[in-house]
């Protein structure tokens, strides 16, 4: 019975490209920990507090309903700049970045220039298992 009698070719080989080695557990770590990071600008970007807390569990909820009120705003933009990794261990679950955060917030009773806050933040993350999402632990600001 006839198999198909082809060749097994190697990716490399069929595309002259070479293959590279798959990313490194810390490279792969800060690729998903800026994905979160996003996720909460996303969050913070759609006047959302429930979605904060699905990527920062442990966020002052009262706190954060009164800061993030759409009746309060027209519009929220939130963009942390590239992080620098203080520390992180992919395999114990754990890392600490500090990232210049910028958030500018369009009031809904316009009385000039929309509210800028322009912050250091040093965020603590984690995640309980290998395959777990990352999650923000905690995070801590300072006047940039």
Same mark, same amino acid.
């Given at each position: ?16 490209? +070479?293959? #590279? +080695?798959? !990313? ?14 996003? #996720?909460?600008?996303?969050?913070? #970007?759609?006047?959302? +507090? ?32 590239? +992080? ?5 261990? !992919? ?22 220039? !929309? #509210? ?16 777990? !999402? ?11």
């Amino acid at each position: 019975m006839p198999t198909g009698g082809g060749t097994v070719v190697d990716a490399a080989a069929a595309t002259g490209k +070479p293959v #590279e +080695p798959p !990313p490194t557990d810390a490279v792969y770590a800060k690729g998903k920990i800026q994905e979160r990071l996003k #996720e909460y600008c996303d969050a913070f #970007e759609a006047i959302d +507090p429930a979605a904060v807390q699905r990527v920062f569990p442990k966020v002052p909820m009262d706190a954060l309903k009164i800061q993030l009120n759409g009746s309060k705003y027209k519009s929220v933009q939130c963009k942390f700049g590239e +992080p620098v990794f203080v520390s992180l261990d !992919p395999t114990a679950g754990t890392a600490k970045v500090q990232a210049d955060l910028k958030r500018v917030y369009e009031h809904t009773i316009m009385t000039g220039k !929309p #509210e800028t806050s322009e912050l250091i933040a040093t965020i603590t993350l984690f995640r309980a298992a290998l395959r777990d !999402p990352w999650l923000i632990d905690s995070m801590t600001y300072k006047q940039k």
